[in-house]
């Protein structure tokens, strides 16, 4: 694409895109700002990076509208928009290769139950095995060696990489991707405590629904509800290595990070940011847009929407950063108190 090509298509997304610099040169690709050479395009979205604007090789650089680069012109190009990091977005997604991980068609060591319906244009890998009465809709891709047990309904232009499992009476909506390793619908943690210190099984009758948009990172697990089901609303966006466990909801356009463990029946609300390795006790909730930061626990319910969470147990950062700079002078607290202990009991001696 010419540079010109690129200001007119990001403009398809962006009120204004302000062209300063020469439009005729041509992009090859993206790249980072460190290692961009002649004919590929990057980006400034964070004020540490624009040290590199006086190094990099790029042919363009996409940057805030506010940004001077009147001194870097003779050389490089600009593109100027509100956001840079989404203008990057769109054009990384415009120079990805099409996806490619199963042949067009049913591959002949694919299994296929019985009473299974199969829309135009789906895709299933080598290996792949699709249960008695599944459904997959249109153009959707199943990787090699992945499994759908029986009674799963998959809907349209959904992409399960190689070696994703869903259990029986899973429900998945339209367009999401599931990475490799992931397993969805297992059975749920529950075993009821016995008076000889043993553990019945608590059966798990419930299903997964996870909505339209969403994408799961690899080897996730989400357990299937005891009763009822656990849900991943529209648009959530799940790292890899989550644990969510049985009864969950996950609200729509939430983001949860690597590692994060959910126990059984949270609900999460609308666009909050898990962090990761951040722990959650069972039976509470979270309010919409709350922040938590990696490594928290959240040990109680937080219904106050927009606030942000730290620390374990769990409180709002402001409170939890001051109780934190109190910790970091218990020392010198306490040099003070014996300090004033000891000229007391001095005192006390005269």
Same mark, same amino acid.
């Given at each position: 694409?010419?540079?010109?090509?690129?200001?007119?298509?990001?403009? !398809?997304?962006?009120?204004?895109?302000?062209?300063?610099?020469?439009?005729?040169?041509?992009?090859?690709?993206?790249?980072?700002?460190?290692?961009? !050479?002649?004919?590929?395009?990057?980006?400034?979205?964070?004020?540490?990076?624009?040290?590199?604007?006086?190094?990099?090789?790029?042919?363009?650089?996409?940057?805030?509208?506010?940004?001077?680069?009147?001194?870097?012109?003779?050389?490089?190009?600009?593109?100027?928009?509100?956001?840079?990091?989404?203008?990057?977005?769109?054009?990384?997604?415009?120079f990805s290769p099409p996806l490619s991980i199963?042949?067009?068609?049913?591959?002949?060591?694919?299994?296929?139950?019985?009473?299974?319906?199969?829309?135009?244009?789906?895709?299933?890998?080598?290996?792949?095995?699709?249960?008695?009465?599944?459904?997959?809709?249109?153009?959707?891709?199943?990787?090699?060696?992945?499994?759908?047990?029986?009674?799963?309904?998959?809907?349209?232009?959904?992409?399960f990489f190689p070696g994703v499992t869903c259990?029986?009476?899973?429900?998945?909506?339209?367009?999401?991707?599931?990475?490799?390793?992931?397993?969805?619908?297992?059975?749920?943690?529950?075993?009821?405590? !016995?008076?000889?210190?043993?553990?019945?099984?608590?059966?798990?009758?419930?299903?997964?629904?996870?909505?339209?948009?969403?994408?799961?990172?690899?080897?996730?697990?989400?357990?299937?509800?005891?009763?009822?089901?656990?849900?991943?609303?529209?648009?959530?966006?799940?790292?890899?290595?989550? !644990?969510?466990?049985?009864?969950?909801?996950?609200?729509?356009?939430?983001?949860?990070?690597?590692?994060?463990?959910?126990?059984?029946?949270?609900?999460?609300?609308?666009?909050?940011?898990?962090?990761?390795?951040?722990?959650?006790?069972?039976?509470?909730?979270?309010?919409?847009?709350?922040?938590?930061?990696?490594?928290?626990?959240?040990?109680?319910?937080?219904?106050?929407?927009?606030?942000?969470?730290?620390?374990?147990?769990?409180?709002?950062?402001?409170?939890?950063?001051?109780?934190?700079?109190?910790?970091?002078?218990?020392?010198?607290?306490?040099?003070?108190?014996?300090?004033?202990?000891?000229?007391?009991?001095?005192?006390?001696?005269?």
């Amino acid at each position: 694409m010419t540079i010109q090509e690129i200001r007119d298509y990001l403009g !398809q997304f962006f009120d204004a895109v302000e062209l300063v610099g020469s439009g005729d040169g041509l992009i090859s690709g993206p790249a980072k700002i460190e290692t961009a !050479q002649r004919g590929q395009v990057t980006f400034v979205a964070n004020d540490k990076y624009v040290r590199f604007l006086a190094s990099t090789g790029a042919s363009l650089v996409i940057v805030h509208r506010s940004l001077c680069v009147d001194e870097f012109v003779h050389k490089t190009s600009f593109l100027k928009a509100d956001d840079p990091y989404t203008a990057f977005v769109f054009l990384l997604q415009k120079f990805s290769p099409p996806l490619s991980i199963a042949a067009k068609g049913i591959a002949s060591t694919a299994v296929i139950g019985e009473g299974v319906s199969i829309g135009e244009g789906v895709a299933i890998g080598e290996y792949a095995v699709i249960g008695d009465r599944c459904s997959i809709g249109r153009n959707t891709v199943i990787g090699a060696h992945s499994v759908l047990l029986h009674d799963v309904s998959v809907g349209e232009d959904v992409v399960f990489f190689p070696g994703v499992t869903c259990y029986h009476g899973t429900v998945v909506g339209n367009r999401v991707v599931i990475h490799s390793g992931s397993v969805i619908g297992a059975d749920g943690f529950g075993f009821a405590p !016995q008076k000889d210190g043993s553990y019945v099984k608590i059966p798990q009758m419930g299903i997964v629904e996870i909505g339209d948009d969403v994408e799961i990172g690899s080897n996730t697990t989400i357990d299937r509800a005891t009763l009822g089901s656990t849900v991943i609303y529209r648009g959530a966006k799940i790292d890899n290595l989550v !644990q969510i466990a049985h009864n969950c909801r996950i609200g729509e356009d939430t983001v949860i990070a690597a590692q994060a463990g959910i126990s059984g029946s949270v609900k999460i609300g609308r666009q909050c940011m898990i962090g990761g390795q951040a722990g959650f006790a069972g039976h509470l909730e979270l309010a919409d847009k709350i922040q938590v930061a990696a490594k928290t626990g959240i040990s109680k319910s937080f219904l106050q929407p927009g606030i942000a969470l730290r620390g374990t147990p769990a409180q709002p950062m402001r409170d939890q950063l001051k109780h934190e700079a109190m910790m970091r002078n218990l020392g010198a607290m306490k040099e003070k108190l014996d300090r004033l202990d000891a000229e007391m009991k001095e005192l006390k001696m005269k």
